[in-house]
């Protein structure tokens, strides 16, 4: 038979296996239907019935109900791709791979979960190492149609007679299709060495290193996957975190996990950590470097000491007639007292009130020692200690402290200088107080890190009188879940099971506290690329991340050396802008050529728009899915402008720090030199730019200094 004649006969005879499924499916999904419609109906009959009856029977209809809304949410989300791969062993057994384990009624199986054990030959079985696997299949479906095969062998010499073999790499294939706004899950292509990663121990922290899409992203995602339903057990409960660098990449990332069934993840960027608060701005590097590092935990714990703003300096009361006063002296070394103690102000009112009952008892001593009288100290404390005019000044005195207040007090510079003296620079001080002046619910990212410290710092306030709204300072709240409905975990939720931390590379030493305190009891899995980091302390940073991770054991790395994403032309030139910053041996390997060579064009100043303008329109027609026009920072709003007229809504425009981890059919890159200046780590900045594109780049410059 031809070449094409054998592709559809094989098509066909996949075609006929991947209708049993959906076949089987429906039926499922018409058993989970049934089962919620009859729990309805338990719930319906429960009002005509004794109390006792009423709530067993409300509770039979709550469980069946929740267990067939869950089976129906799973079938749904699998139904797309649900099949897509076959392996043939040397005993002639053949076994279908998919995102879900499916047997018929007779309990045989029709689909074997991808995760499970018998699946793994089909990520770790080489010709090397071929694990009995004769021939390995790619199925690739769109809905309930194959649309391909492809095929691997594995041992040659046991192919049989009628075994037919068609394709040249599902692989190859995959990576040349064209890309789209969400990220796509890797289930069927995933390569060993990444799976490797993927099915590594729960236990302890696993750490994976690897140059620009070497699928760092998509193999944390999977384990994420694969750790839930292996370690359902021990991990499901109290759920898995997955950090993001930005919103931008965490709904990018958003689709995989739920196509893989998979709901019991929170995924959340870095400026969303902190219940309430959803930040996207970013700071400029210098500031950014001063929040971020570990000196601003003293400078944050010194501030919730001092006064705060509107505090009386002088305290009145009168006790039997006469006047007991208190002056600023005296406030100021009661308000010392008590934070000697330790502990967090919102902890230490009742401290702070005996206190200073005991100061204006000794303040009367002294007064009756002058008139040669005496006094009984205990009748004192506890008659003051009732009154309405005391318990009103310790209110403004000793007031509940909310995080989002401190930081606003720091925009005071002299309150800043007495908070930071010994700790920053004067021209620290300057930039930092100049950023917080005035803030109200437009926090940066790195201002969350400083908001959560403060949290744990001041305490939380008292139950009766709190005021949630002061630390709900955004109006949008954070995305929640992978499955955007929201978990209903509490707020300040730390008991996380697993944390999955992406683009690890970037995270400040503040970050790394924050992202500790949801960790206490998890095991980790961390991602990142050193040669990324935008982050100019990497000392200060992997001491701040080694106390997050704490005594846990064991602790593994894995590193992937081969670039999935880039051209290996485009790559190239990515790599030369960064020689000389990384390491040898830290740059990946692209795997895929396409002839087509990256463009610099080089302009005047005054061209630049209109280049950027003609380079978007030329890859908008020359590519399927997305393009990307990444600048620096300062530069997004102007950039949007120029291609305000071009409404295509695959073109998207981004500034070069929320670029992390995403990625482009086709990109345009502006001003590369602007990405370089802008940053405490320029060239590494650039290089995150420039491994974006999938297919083709076209940088527009108005020099040639990045070169
Ligand atoms: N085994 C695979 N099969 C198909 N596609 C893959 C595979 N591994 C990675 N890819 C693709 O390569 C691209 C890069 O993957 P990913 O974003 O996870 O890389 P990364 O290492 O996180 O990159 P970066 O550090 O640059 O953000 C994605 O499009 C991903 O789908």
């Keep these: ?52 009856e009423q709530a067993s029977m409300l509770f039979e209809r709550d469980m069946m109900v929740f267990h067939a809304n869950q089976t129906l949410q799973t079938l749904d989300a699998e139904y797309e791709g649900l099949v897509f791969g076959r392996l043939d062993h040397t005993s002639s057994e053949k076994i279908y791979v998919g995102r879900l384990g499916i047997r018929d009624a007779e309990f045989d199986n029709l689909v074997t979960d991808w995760r499970a054990p018998a699946a793994a030959a089909f990520y770790q079985a080489t ?109 499901g ?41 959803a930040a996207t701005r970013q700071d400029p590097a210098p500031l950014a470097a001063i929040k971020g590092s570990l000196r601003m935990r003293k400078v944050l714990g010194k501030a919730l000491r001092d006064t705060p703003p509107g505090a009386p300096d002088e305290m009145r009361i009168v006790y039997k007639g006469e006047v007991l006063k208190l002056g600023r002296k005296e406030l100021d070394k009661v308000r010392r007292k008590v934070h000697g103690h330790g502990g967090p102000p919102n902890r230490s009112r009742v401290r702070a009130a ?68 010994g700790v920053l620079s004067r021209d620290e ?65 730390d008991e996380y099971s697993h944390i999955v931390v992406d683009e690890s590379q970037d995270l400040s030493p503040m970050q790394w506290r924050m992202i500790g305190r949801r960790g206490k009891y998890a095991s980790w899995t961390v991602v990142g690329d050193p040669v990324q980091s935008s982050w100019p302390d990497p000392a200060e940073a992997a001491q701040a991340r080694d106390q997050a991770f704490g005594a846990r054991t064991p602790r593994r ?43 610099v064009r080089v302009v005047e100043r005054t061209g630049v728009e209109s280049s950027v303008q003609t380079a978007a329109k030329e890859l908008l027609d020359a590519v399927e899915g997305t393009v990307g026009v990444i600048c620096a920072m300062d530069r997004v709003p102007e950039v949007r402008g120029w291609l305000a007229a071009q409404a295509d809504e695959r073109l998207k425009i981004v500034g070069s720090l929320d670029s992390k981890g995403l990625e482009y059919d086709a990109v345009v890159l502006v001003e590369p030199t602007e990405l370089i200046t802008e940053s405490t780590t320029g060239r590494r900045v650039l290089y995150v730019a420039l491994t974006r594109a999938t297919q083709q780049l076209t940088v527009v410059a108005s020099d040639r200094d990045w070169l």
């Design 1 to 52: 038979m031809s070449e094409p004649r054998v592709r559809r006969a094989e098509i066909a005879i996949e075609q006929s296996h991947v209708d049993r499924v959906y076949t089987r499916l429906a039926e499922l999904r018409s058993q989970a239907e049934a089962m919620r419609a009859k729990g309805y109906e338990i719930g319906h009959g429960a009002q005509r019935e004794a109390v006792f």
């Design 127 to 235: 010709a090397e190492e071929p694990m009995e696997v004769v021939r390995r299949r790619v199925i690739r479906c769109s809905g309930q149609t194959v649309l391909d095969v492809d095929d691997d062998v594995l041992i040659a010499d046991a192919v049989p007679e009628d075994m037919q073999i068609v394709g040249e790499g599902a692989l190859m294939a995959a990576l040349g299709r064209s890309r789209g706004e969400k990220m796509r899950d890797i289930v069927a292509t995933i390569q060993r060495e990444q799976d490797e990663v993927i099915r590594a121990p729960w236990r302890g922290v696993t750490e994976i290193t690897g140059g620009p899409g070497t699928g760092k992203t998509a193999v944390a995602l999977h384990r994420a996957a694969y750790l839930l339903y292996r370690y359902r057990r021990q991990l």
């Design 237 to 277: 409960g109290a759920g898995v975190f997955v950090l993001g660098p930005s919103g931008v990449f965490t709904s990018y990332i958003s689709r995989v996990l739920p196509s893989m069934g998979e709901t019991n993840v929170e995924l959340r960027a870095l400026g969303e950590v902190l219940d309430g608060i």
């Design 354 to 421: 005996e206190t200073l009952l005991e100061a204006l008892a000794d303040r009367a001593e002294e007064n009756a020692r002058t008139d040669g009288r005496t006094i009984d100290r205990a009748e004192l404390i506890i008659e003051l200690g009732e009154r309405i005019d005391f318990h009103r000044f310790l209110v403004v005195w000793w007031p509940v402290l909310y995080p989002a207040e401190i930081l606003r007090w720091l925009g005071d510079p002299a309150r800043l200088t007495r908070a930071a003296r």
């Design 429 to 493: 001080v300057d930039l930092l107080a100049a950023s917080l002046a005035g803030r109200d619910r437009d926090w940066s990212v790195a201002d969350v890190a400083l908001l959560d410290e403060l949290r744990v710092l001041v305490g939380p306030p008292p139950k009766r009188r709190r005021r949630p709204q002061q630390i709900e300072l955004d109006a949008a709240p954070p995305a929640r879940g992978s499955d955007g409905h929201g978990t209903h975990r509490p707020e300040h939720y």
């Design 557 to 599: 790395r894995y590193t992937l050396r081969t670039n999935y994403r880039n051209s290996a032309e485009i790559f190239d030139l990515a790599a030369r802008v960064v020689a000389g910053h990384a390491e040898d041996g830290e740059l990946p390997k692209a795997v895929r050529t396409t002839g087509l060579e990256p463009e």
